[in-house]
């Protein structure tokens, strides 16, 4: 097979890019999550948990997408909502979690907890550093 015949047997077979639905079912699923965010800060913030609404909003937001994750169930949302489901937060948790589900077999302490770790790591490594370099600058600056 050539490399022509290969460009034209992989166009013909890939799926086609359902670009504007796609877009549109990214943009409300994310609304939806921001808005359940939102919701979650005004019920904590009328219970009064004051300056830390914020702090249980997020974590509420993280143990949910972690739950359902854990449950199968964010990954059929996914399926249906595209990337809106990727809303940073929510998308973290899902991806800690299902990198440790998928290692679970290997044991609770090399499988579950080393590997759940496989993703976040990096993610705190850059977290931790950018914070630094954003720091060092702005003491500079002032």
Same mark, same amino acid.
């Given at each position: 097979m050539t490399k022509q015949e290969?460009? %034209?047997?992989? %166009?013909?077979?890939s799926p086609r890019s359902k670009g504007p639905v796609n877009i549109f079912k990214a943009f409300l699923s994310g609304g939806v999550v921001c808005t359940i965010g939102q919701l979650l800060l005004s019920l904590y913030e009328r219970l009064g948990a004051g300056e830390n609404a914020a702090i249980f909003a997020s974590l509420s937001l993280v143990v949910l997408s972690a739950v359902l994750t854990g449950l199968n169930v964010y990954d059929n949302i996914a399926k249906h909502a595209g990337a809106g489901t990727l809303v940073p937060i929510t998308g973290f948790a899902n991806s800690m979690v299902s990198a440790a589900m998928e290692f679970k077999t290997e044991g609770y302490i090399l499988g579950l907890g080393a590997k759940m770790f496989s993703i976040a790591g990096p993610v705190i490594v850059y977290?931790?550093?950018a914070s630094v370099i954003?720091?060092?600058i702005l003491y500079f600056i002032q």
């Open positions: 290969y460009a %034209q047997w992989t %166009q013909e077979e977290g931790v550093s954003y720091g060092i």
